[in-house]
């Protein structure tokens, strides 16, 4: 039986999801082997793990801007001397953990576990295929510690394969697969159902409008956003995913009472039917994380794209730009102009829908897998 270990690390959600997608499909599609799924920080330092990941998410919702200059320069000087340091020192715990289970190949959704495992490789401590899987649209550094120890490179697209190569990666170990992305968003699904459920009306286009990612509301752009459409006098109609966000939830459900439009705007705090309120859907309206922008391009959903954290996500606001799939509202945007130029202008949103697709690697997960299964 082979054996395959996946680490990822609980910085955000789309290293996470990739972990979770690669582990669905070996286990759907493959015999006689034997996945292990592990939050690697959380495995070998749970306060380090709470702690970091606590930080994180403070800086990336309260100080966007601070989170930004540790991101850039956390690539070099002193800041990625500590970072490459401390895995070297946490990779010693997982090497019981290692021993015991003896993987084939080992898969890593986040460059820390990928660091730790190398270093381990390089020590002698463990010998078995390493696989870095690239959970954003443009690289960092952090990805490529001691990537002379790491047999695999999995990344989003051409362009990033060259950037990886350039960097000094044989070419032979970059595969442009694209970001592993969950099997629903291969389904078919029932359109008429799905409007009818969500009581939405076929003769609308449908926003769905992420907007979980923005804290303290009443004048964020976020909201300020989601007013301009919600007022929009284009035929539009809106399902909104507040998230854990239940401040945002109140705000716009007030916003939509107090504007008469709950007919045709929907305010969910939760749902886990993101793959088919995307089949149903002409535009979203996201922050543009690794996941939910792999997500809307394997829908051929056109992006607008809303405060980005700086560092990746503001990478990946820029990759959607330039293939023009995506418009980034910034913050001194006029968003009633931005918003008539797209709803009044058919071909545009068609032409977005197509690059969309085009830009999409829908078979992310199965090609990966098949690499890496198929040199075990």
């Not at 495995?43 to 919702?61: D, G, I, M, P, Q």
């Not at 929907?266 to 039917?273: A, S, W």
């Not at 309120?277 to 997500?295: H, W, Y």
């Amino acid at each position: 039986m082979r054996k395959v270990m996946i680490f990822y690390a609980s910085y955000g959600g789309g290293h996470l999801s990739a972990a979770r997608s690669i582990k669905e499909n070996i286990e759907t599609n493959y015999q006689d082997v034997d996945v292990k799924l592990i939050d690697c920080m959380e495995y070998v330092n749970r306060v380090v793990n709470k702690v970091t990941t606590r930080a994180y998410s403070e800086l990336a919702k309260k100080a966007p801007r601070t989170w930004g200059k540790v991101y850039w320069k956390s690539q070099k000087g002193p800041l990625a001397h500590i970072s490459n340091a401390s895995n070297k020192m946490m990779s010693i715990k997982l090497i019981k953990l290692l021993r015991e289970f003896q993987p084939d190949i080992i898969i890593s959704t986040h460059p820390f576990s990928s660091q730790m495992c190398a270093y381990l490789k390089k020590l002698g401590k463990i010998d078995c295929k390493i696989a870095t899987v690239m959970t954003d649209y443009a690289p960092h550094d952090q990805w490529l510690v001691l990537n002379k120890y790491v047999d695999y490179y999995f990344v989003s697209h051409e362009g990033m394969k060259k950037q990886l190569h350039e960097k000094g990666i044989p070419n032979e170990k970059i595969f442009a697969t694209g970001i592993p992305l969950s099997n629903k968003f291969l389904l078919k699904y029932d359109k008429a159902k799905i409007l009818e459920s969500f009581g939405l009306s076929p003769d609308r286009k449908t926003v769905l409008f992420f907007g979980g990612g923005e804290f303290g509301l009443g004048k964020t752009q976020t909201f300020k956003i989601f007013r301009s459409f919600v007022e929009s006098h284009h035929h539009i109609q809106i399902v909104a995913i507040s998230g854990k966000n239940l401040k945002m939830k109140e705000n716009f459900e007030n916003l939509v009472k107090d504007l008469d439009k709950q007919e045709h705007v929907k305010v969910l705090e939760y749902t886990d039917k993101i793959p088919e309120l995307m089949s149903i859907s002409d535009l979203v309206v996201t922050k543009p994380g690794g996941l939910t922008t792999t997500e809307s391009l394997a829908s051929g959903l056109p992006i607008v794209v809303i405060n980005p954290i700086p560092g990746q996500e503001e990478e990946n606001a820029m990759y959607l730009e330039k293939h023009k799939v995506a418009i980034w509202i910034k913050k001194n945007d006029n968003i009633e102009e931005i918003l008539n130029d797209l709803f009044s202008n058919p071909s545009k949103m068609r032409e977005m829908k197509i690059r969309a697709r085009l830009l999409s690697k829908k078979n992310s997960t199965k090609d990966i897998c098949k690499i890496l299964l198929g040199n075990i």
